[in-house]
């Protein structure tokens, strides 16, 4: 069965800082992989997707992510954090096999802190 | 501003009733997905309608059932209520079937069962 786990429920930059938050996967097969971000009391916005074009995906705001089968991660990025990157992001996976392929699986979150 | 309407924002009711909410998608989108977000078993897909069918079940309940109208908009409709069942839920649409297709969330509706 996919899974996906994100390493760190909660992560703290300094703005201007880099921001990486992390993603890995499992699964037998490369799947579509998303990156969503959710601001307080509003819903999920997609930030990117990896659907097996480049393995370097850029995304709105200035994030990007990097599929990397080898080590079975897409961390997502930004070179300079701001302060309205402050929100909760979710890394989720989806099986791209015909069986299965319109369930979306979701890791449990990691909430970004930006301290001026 | 997504386009996806959820109405109530906020629902408050008691153990054992039964609610419904529902979804508007935005225009030309003719998937409808349900979501449901709760501090202990995070954000889980419950179910997906397109173009008026049931098209993929994740983690729903049996008590939970949902349908989408020919106009497209959706309800879901919880039963027999308990409190574990307190959390946002979140409809989520797409102009495509595929999980490929961008989906636009609405701001959810807040249940809690007292």
């Known amino acids: 069965a996919q899974s996906v786990t994100q390493l760190g429920s909660h992560v703290s930059v300094s703005e201007g800082a880099l921001v990486l938050l992390r993603c890995n996967y499992s699964?037998?097969?490369?799947?579509?992989l998303f990156w969503y971000v959710q601001y307080p009391n509003q819903g999920l916005q997609l930030l990117l997707k990896y659907t097996s074009a480049a393995t370097l995906v850029k995304g709105i705001n200035g994030f990007e992510a990097e599929f990397k089968k080898s080590e079975t991660s897409f961390h997502l990025t930004k070179p300079s954090a701001h302060m309205s990157d402050a929100a909760e992001y979710f890394c989720?996976?989806?099986?791209?096999?015909?069986?299965?392929?319109?369930?979306?699986?979701f890791g449990p979150g990691t909430s970004l802190s930006v301290i001026p | 501003d997504s386009g996806v309407t959820q109405t109530p924002k906020h629902l408050i009711t008691a153990t054992g009733q039964r609610v419904t909410l529902r979804c508007s998608p935005r225009?030309?989108?003719?998937?409808v997905y349900w979501y449901q977000q709760s501090l202990d078993q995070g954000l889980q897909f419950l179910i997906q309608y397109y173009n008026g069918e049931e098209r993929a079940k994740g983690n729903i309940l049996e008590r939970f059932s949902a349908q989408q109208f020919p106009d497209l908009h959706s309800e879901l409709n919880l039963s027999s209520l308990e409190l574990g069942d307190s959390a946002l839920y979140f409809c989520a649409s797409s102009v495509g079937a595929h999980v490929r297709n961008e989906q636009f969330f609405g701001p959810g509706t807040r249940l809690t069962v007292l």
């Open positions: 225009s030309g989108d003719l998937s």
């Open positions: 699964s037998s097969v490369p799947p579509y």
């Open positions: 989720a996976v989806s099986d791209r096999r015909k069986t299965s392929y319109d369930k979306v699986i």
